[in-house]
């Protein structure tokens, strides 16, 4: 699915001392069925990049659309059901509940959708096998490591098979071997037609083969597309 930002500014405190430009007119096009990387240092506006394609919040100025419809037009239900069907969000910080099992908080985006316990179970199984997480499948997600914490994240944004994946650092926690997985992974997904944006610094993803372009971004605006 074709994303588009045109002058997409954000601004956190705005008005207050405390105010942050994170974003400054910002113009970006990711084309359909394309896997890109988003780069920059930190605090250089990534995630909030990552956030308002996602519709986790607005921008204060400026136009997002994500296959032609724009965002802003979207009353707040529907943005809702839009995030819910287009988007799998794999967060910086996870956002798990941690009194959830793992499975639970991975088969938690199927819940709305109306999918039965059995096939919900039987996605959840797959994705865990594949990231080696099964055996943790009935512990809390308050018990187990952060490196097992980044493949139940990334599991439950994949668990709705989304058009479009948005992955924050998403190899942060993950030693190289997971980090090829998940990297065979998005590039399978990428071929079977998904739009798929990255931010990150690590080489392995920044310089996968899978990778069509990399985007720079420094003090939010973006420097190289
Ligand atoms: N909720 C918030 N309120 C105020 N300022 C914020 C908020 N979230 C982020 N910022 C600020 O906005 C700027 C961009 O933050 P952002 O999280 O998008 O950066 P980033 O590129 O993802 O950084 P990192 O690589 O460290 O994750 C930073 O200066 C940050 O301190
Ligand atoms: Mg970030």
Known sequence: MLIELESVTKIYNQGRPNEVRALDAIDLRIGAETMVCLRGASGSGKSTLLS??????????????????????????????????????????????????????????LLPLGVGPADRRARARELMERFGIIHRENFRAAQVSGGELQRVAIARALINDPPIILADEPTAHLDSRLSHVFMDLMAELRAAGKTIVITSHDPLVTEHPAIERIIDIRDGRIHAA
């Open 52 to 109: 308002i394609i996602g519709c986790i919040f607005p921008p204060t100025s400026g136009r997002a659309a994500i296959a032609g419809r724009k965002l802003s037009r979207l009353p707040d239900r529907f943005l809702t059901l839009h995030r819910r069907r287009t988007i799998g969000f794999i967060f910086q910080r996870f956002n798990l509940l941690p009194e959830l099992t793992v499975l639970d908080n991975i088969t938690l985006p």
